[in-house]
């Protein structure tokens, strides 16, 4: 059985490392390229809004079912554990066998790109790199989670000195007002610009990603009812400052018509201030960070199947936990394997898109339509916290999470659909076989 050793301190640490990764700065330059003006502020300040709106959903449910597995539960509960719940629950699951490696892979895929700054790879050594940090994070976390939580701690605080050492560089020798006071040079609100500012959302939201992370270990955490909403509101609400500060602080020193084109621009950035040692050193910095996103999403990933395993939903052998150490060491393995292959086939712009595209119908709108039907049918107690102007963030976030699936593409909705008819099909042939809904006769007054 997982036991309850993650504290808020610990919570927050896991969050925050998962959603800086090596995502913002790489990012970075993509936001500002895509905006193509002073306003690519506003793009940082919109994954931001989303971020938190989203995070009221997930703080409801999180505290009301802190169990592992997060959005599995979430789904389950909401649609009917003997109903569609099994379905909804199920598709998410099949999801997450895919796009979890994928979001493992994206980071130690970046990993790679931002270390050829320091040391030129050809494409064979790239993938070697990349493919090696994933065996590498498996064999860290392949322990108790009481060390997984100390080295969490440890490594979150690589990330704040690193964003902390950009944004005083800026601070410190950069005009740091300028890029705030020219915000809104040559914008105008039209069609172009709500355009840009999508396609720039599918960026800054993917490096936002990861403020839930608590909830895929729920039953790790201590007092869940209250650190689970706590952690994702501090995680988000620091992290946009610490985002928002270095690009001001970047773009206060390297104008943002150079930022755009630069792929290593914050090595640039502190090469301009400090010289090339500065650079060398805050390029390895962000290897740090890079490494301790890809630690904090194989942690959280890993209990999903763990959770639906346990539930009777899928494949048992997920539901083993390492006799000695106890944690899901199965689902660990598989979902890293899959991602050291996944991290030798892909580029990174393109599972950027595709980690989204996949993930927005199910999981994100999915769980807030889930959260009304709940909202409808449970009893208050149920919910120890509750959003302020409820239902309307709920909305705010379909209609924005709407937005940013339309921005995926029409390539990236298409893979996103194929893999939800896929996942569909096999639930239906698994459910005909098993004689689970829709092919049982249940009791309608059963949820």
């Given at each position: 059985?997982?036991?309850?050793?993650?504290?808020?301190?610990?919570?927050?640490?896991?969050?925050?490392?998962?959603?800086?990764?090596?995502?913002p700065?790489?990012?970075?330059?993509?936001?500002?390229g895509?905006?193509?003006?002073?306003?690519?502020?506003?793009?940082?300040l919109?994954?931001a809004?989303?971020?938190?709106?989203?995070?009221?959903?997930?703080?409801?449910?999180?505290?009301?079912?802190?169990?592992?597995?997060?959005?599995?539960?979430?789904?389950?509960?909401?649609?009917?554990?003997?109903?569609?719940?099994?379905?909804?629950?199920?598709?998410?699951?099949?999801?997450?066998?895919?796009?979890?490696?994928?979001?493992?892979?994206?980071?130690?895929?970046?990993?790679?790109?931002?270390?050829s700054y320091?040391l030129?790879?050809?494409?064979?050594a790239?993938?070697?790199?990349s493919?090696?940090?994933?065996?590498?994070?498996?064999?860290?976390?392949?322990?108790?989670?009481?060390?997984?939580?100390?080295?969490?701690?440890?490594?979150?605080?690589?990330?704040?000195?690193?964003?902390l050492?950009?944004?005083?560089?800026?601070?410190?020798?950069?005009?740091?007002?300028?890029?705030?006071?020219?915000?809104?040079?040559?914008?105008?609100?039209?069609?172009?610009?709500i355009?840009?500012?999508?396609f720039?959302?599918?960026?800054?939201?993917?490096?936002y990603?990861?403020y839930?992370?608590?909830?895929?270990?729920?039953?790790?955490i201590?007092?869940?009812?209250?650190?689970?909403?706590?952690?994702?509101?501090?995680?988000?609400?620091?992290?946009?400052?610490?985002?928002?500060?270095?690009?001001?602080?970047?773009?206060?020193?390297?104008?943002?018509?150079?930022?755009?084109?630069?792929?290593?621009?914050?090595?640039?950035?502190?090469?301009?201030l400090?010289?090339?040692?500065?650079?060398?050193?805050?390029?390895?910095?962000?290897?740090w960070?890079?490494?301790?996103?890809?630690?904090?999403?194989?942690?959280?990933?890993?209990?999903?199947?763990?959770?639906?395993?346990?539930?009777?939903?899928?494949?048992?052998?997920?539901?083993?936990?390492?006799?000695?150490?106890?944690?899901?060491?199965?689902?660990?393995l598989?979902?890293?394997?899959?991602?050291?292959?996944?991290?030798?086939?892909?580029?990174?712009?393109?599972?950027?898109?595709?980690?989204?595209?996949?993930?927005?119908?199910?999981?994100?709108?999915?769980?807030?339509?889930?959260?009304?039907?709940?909202?409808?049918?449970?009893?208050?107690?149920?919910?120890?916290?509750?959003?302020?102007?409820?239902?309307?963030?709920?909305?705010?976030?379909?209609?924005?999470?709407?937005?940013?699936?339309?921005?995926?593409?029409?390539?990236?909705m298409?893979?996103?659909?194929?893999?939800?008819?896929?996942?569909?099909?096999?639930?239906?042939?698994?459910?005909?076989?098993?004689?689970?809904w829709p092919?049982?006769?249940?009791?309608?007054t059963?949820?």
């Amino acid at each position: 059985m997982l036991q309850r050793r993650l504290g808020l301190a610990q919570a927050t640490a896991i969050n925050m490392i998962d959603m800086v990764g090596i995502g913002p700065f790489i990012t970075l330059p993509m936001v500002i390229g895509m905006m193509n003006g002073p306003y690519f502020l506003y793009a940082w300040l919109a994954g931001a809004v989303l971020s938190f709106v989203d995070a009221m959903v997930w703080s409801e449910l999180g505290a009301a079912f802190p169990k592992a597995g997060g959005s599995y539960n979430f789904l389950k509960e909401a649609y009917g554990a003997n109903k569609s719940g099994k379905l909804m629950s199920f598709l998410f699951v099949w999801q997450t066998m895919i796009q979890a490696p994928l979001v493992i892979a994206s980071a130690a895929i970046g990993f790679a790109s931002y270390l050829s700054y320091l040391l030129p790879l050809s494409t064979l050594a790239s993938k070697a790199v990349s493919g090696g940090v994933v065996v590498l994070i498996v064999i860290l976390l392949y322990r108790k989670i009481e060390a997984i939580g100390k080295i969490s701690m440890l490594l979150w605080v690589g990330v704040i000195l690193t964003l902390l050492w950009i944004i005083g560089g800026g601070i410190a020798h950069g005009n740091f007002t300028a890029p705030i006071k020219h915000i809104n040079d040559g914008l105008t609100i039209n069609y172009a610009f709500i355009a840009a500012m999508g396609f720039a959302g599918v960026k800054s939201i993917y490096s936002y990603l990861g403020y839930y992370n608590v909830c895929h270990l729920g039953g790790e955490i201590k007092e869940p009812t209250k650190n689970i909403p706590r952690s994702m509101f501090l995680s988000i609400f620091g992290i946009a400052v610490l985002y928002l500060a270095m690009n001001i602080s970047v773009t206060s020193v390297i104008p943002w018509q150079e930022a755009k084109d630069s792929q290593f621009v914050i090595s640039v950035f502190m090469q301009r201030l400090a010289g090339d040692t500065a650079a060398t050193i805050v390029t390895y910095l962000i290897l740090w960070v890079a490494f301790a996103s890809v630690f904090s999403a194989t942690l959280g990933y890993s209990r999903i199947p763990y959770a639906a395993a346990v539930d009777g939903a899928f494949f048992k052998v997920f539901a083993k936990l390492h006799p000695t150490r106890q944690f899901p060491h199965i689902s660990l393995l598989f979902l890293g394997g899959v991602a050291f292959v996944f991290s030798l086939l892909f580029r990174l712009s393109d599972v950027i898109s595709a980690i989204l595209a996949m993930r927005i119908l199910i999981q994100f709108i999915g769980q807030a339509i889930g959260l009304l039907i709940l909202r409808k049918t449970r009893a208050a107690e149920t919910f120890p916290y509750k959003m302020p102007l409820f239902p309307l963030p709920i909305y705010i976030a379909i209609i924005l999470w709407i937005g940013i699936l339309f921005a995926t593409g029409l390539k990236m909705m298409l893979i996103g659909l194929a893999v939800i008819a896929a996942g569909t099909l096999v639930y239906f042939m698994k459910a005909k076989r098993t004689n689970e809904w829709p092919f049982n006769k249940v009791d309608s007054t059963i949820p």
